[in-house]
């Protein structure tokens, strides 16, 4: 074609990136890449093929991880972690510092050998993947360098065990290994098996800067070895990214072992199109939501809302533009969209296709035709979908988007949180008062508006409810990598409390409290409870007494959580200011001696702590290279389970529950099993000091009763438990349900008297970004 011929016509000529270094790069290493494991390179005895998806060829062979490899890699993530822990933040700012400089210096190798291993355009890992990775590290050799000063409270986890997707190779391998070397980890990771070329490469990055032996390791492998890493006993934090399903088998392998855990799994993200808003652009953000990467994304914008008044001239922008997409081979540079990863996952997003079409769905693919080689599936719409209709609930992981529609504002935010996911969100209109009401609605951990897919190290990602927990990114992103110094002591002495059966007299009667008022238990049973002055009885609540106490935290949170935090903070006064009109009443309750007496003012300075903390935990504004403003919610969780300690009943009590309150959720709490009597006392402070009902919810009973209802009930949000080993784990396995978050103490103590941790504020909250775009 000659020049005159294209500025005639205006087609694409062809502009081929040439593999040929990356070719070389692969086959220097010989017929099976290694794996990376305390700094020596190391072939396992079993192998298996690593394919281009734009092809089907293999490409090389990649390492079979064995529990023996991972075992070696976590011995010497864990010999490396003594030294690594006491070099200096500016030590190991330095190593940060240079992984970045050498991956800038190879970032043409690492573009193409992500797009041959990947499928994704070389336009996306040359001038999105690769610069953000770099990003990554360069900012968190600031953090490693800033670390003693703005976490004096905290210390490093220890080894970390990382597994990654395929969909972002490098730059969430960059994601994990990057906050946890700067706050003084070491690390055992394992790629995906699809996509481990470029952790390989990276491996040498680490070699070649000096990174002390041990510090990174990498284990390629299929699950076999993840599930090896996760379970090996000597790794302290599990960091995983994928699916919700896989998320789910992590949670319930877990459990009980006192391992960390943070879950970024799947999304179902909504894109919101206003009528106001400008459509040229908000079609160029939806091509950028869905069918970058093929939309193998987690947070991709795979369910457009849009406003009905503007809906079919809307889709009919979308259809022309989806007209001008191009596929073809990744390293061409001028293709739009590039092969899926594999067959399998191929197949998976026609069959889900065929079921929504199936469903009622109406199909939209352009003329466009796909290569005859490799996995291609073409951009896809389908419109006319109902909300139950399988692809608006599963997440299809590929090119499709699902359209519906909705009249108000208040209709497109009840669709958007129409699904069991969370993960993030984009908002189109040119109303910043509707931008900023809607954004603070939606159930997601990130908020786009007038934009989508922006990210940066400095700003945390992650989901809400089936989404994950944990964040990435920014100064949140690194307390996953962090512990508190001084939370936990050593293992508590727990003893089962019976049931008392007596003659004597029985001076009093308490019942539940559940939405503001006393409740009789369910079942009509109760228990007798043995105090200094005699004998009293408590209900010995049931599942319904549960049921019955998270509807009412249930019903009361939306009011709750928008309450402005000053007025949250002058009903927690209130609360303080009743509870010291009772200080004698109390007292006599805790046992009326020097340490009850120290127990109720330590109580009340915590009602006084978290009183101040109501309208002052707040978030941020951070520094981003884009033209943005990117802030952050400290967000309430949601409806949350409380199973408070057995010593200390009052302040025990007070310093689990005020915290969540005091966020703005609400509480079911079972009080102490041994002396419940304190936290039934608290009944008639709560009348009187303006808490509305709901808020705070009591029920009594045997913990080996109630505590399994509450752990398992899908629409709490988040459980704490601070007592033995065994209710924990239980309490973890039975998260799995709806993925909520558990706090548990895993049979170690705390000493409820020394001053408030800040831990427990930061858990009471998830945090949310919201990205707004600036600029003429």
Partial sequence: ?????????????????????????????????????????????????????????????????????????????????VSWQKLSGFERARFLYAIAR??????????????????????????????????????????????????????????????????????MLSWKIA??????NTVVLKPAEFTSLTAILFAEICDSV?????????????????????????????????????????????AGSGKKLSLELGGKSPFIVFADADLDGAVEGLVDAIWFNQGQVCCAGSRLLVQEGIADKFHKKVK??????????????????????????????AGLVKQGVEQGAELHQPSTQCPTSGWFYPPTLLTNVSPSNIVAQEEIFGPVLVSMTFRTHAEAIAL????????????????????????????????????????????????????????????????????????????????????????????????????????RPDGGYSLTIKTKSGFEEVGRGNRKDIRNAVEAAESALSAWSNLAGHSRAQIIYYIAENLAAERQLFVNALGGDSAAEEEFDASLDRCFYYAAWADKYDGAVHNTPMRAVNYTRNEAIGSCGVVCPEERPLLGFLSTVLPLVSMG?????????????????????????????????????????????????????????FGDAETGKAIELASIGNLKQTWCSLGKSVDWMAAPNPEFLRRAVQVKNIWVPYGA
């Fill in 102 to 171: 050498q991956i800038q210096k190879h970032s043409r190798l690492f573009s193409v050998l992500e797009s041959l291993d990947n499928g994704k355009p070389i336009r996306e890992t040359r001038d999105l993947d690769i610069p953000l990775v770099i990003r990554h590290f360069y900012a968190h050799a600031g953090w490693a360098q800033l670390l003693d000063r703005e976490f004096p409270e905290y210390e490093s986890v220890g080894v970390c065990g990382q597994i990654i997707p395929w969909n972002f190779p490098l730059l």
């Fill in 210 to 254: 000096g990174l002390p032996k041990g510090v990174v390791n990498i284990v390629t492998g299929d699950g076999r070895t993840g599930k090896a890493i996760v379970e090996h006993p000597d790794i302290d934090k599990v960091a995983f990214t994928g699916s919700t399903e896989v998320g789910r088998i992590l949670r319930k392998a877990t």
């Fill in 320 to 349: 022309a533009r989806m007209e001008q997409l191009r596929l073809g081979h990744p390293l061409e540079k001028g293709i739009d969209i590039g092969a899926v990863v594999d067959k399998v996952q191929l197949e998976r997003i």
């Fill in 665 to 721: 959720n609400t509480v079911v709490a079972i009080p102490s099993e041994s002396n419940p009597i304190v936290a039934c006392e608290l009944y008639r402070v709560f009348d009187q000091c303006d808490l509305p009902g709901g808020v705070i919810n009591i029920v009594t009973g045997l913990h080996s009763e109630v505590v399994p209802s509450l752990a398992e009930h899908d629409t709490l949000q988040c459980v704490w438990h």
């Fill in 416 to 519: 958007a949180n129409n699904t069991v996911y969370g993960l993030a969100s984009s908002v189109w209109t040119e109303n910043l008062n509707l931008a900023h009401d809607v954004a603070s609605k939606i159930k997601a951990g990130t908020v786009w508006v007038n934009c989508s897919n922006q990210f940066d190290a400095n700003c945390g990602f992650g989901g809400y409810r089936e989404s994950g927990y944990g964040r990435e990114g920014g100064k949140e992103g690194l307390y996953e990598y962090l512990k508190p110094k001084s939370m936990f002591g050593s293992p508590i002495q727990s003893k089962p409390v019976q049931p008392i059966s007596t003659s004597e007299k029985i001076d009093r009667t308490h019942k539940n409290y559940v939405g503001g008022k006393q409740a």
């Fill in 1 to 81: 074609m000659t020049v005159k011929e294209i500025f005639e016509n205006l087609d694409y000529g062809t502009a081929p990136e040439s593999p040929d270094l990356a070719k070389e790069w692969i086959s220097k290493h010989g017929p099976v890449m290694p794996q990376y494991i305390g700094g020596e390179w190391v072939v396992a005895d079993e192998s298996f093929d690593s394919l281009c998806p734009a092809t089907t060829e293999p490409l090389t062979k990649i390492s079979q991880g064995s529990d023996a490899n991972v075992d070696a890699a976590v011995k010497a993530a864990r010999k490396a972690s």
């Fill in 179 to 184: 906050p946890a070397l700067a706050a003084g």
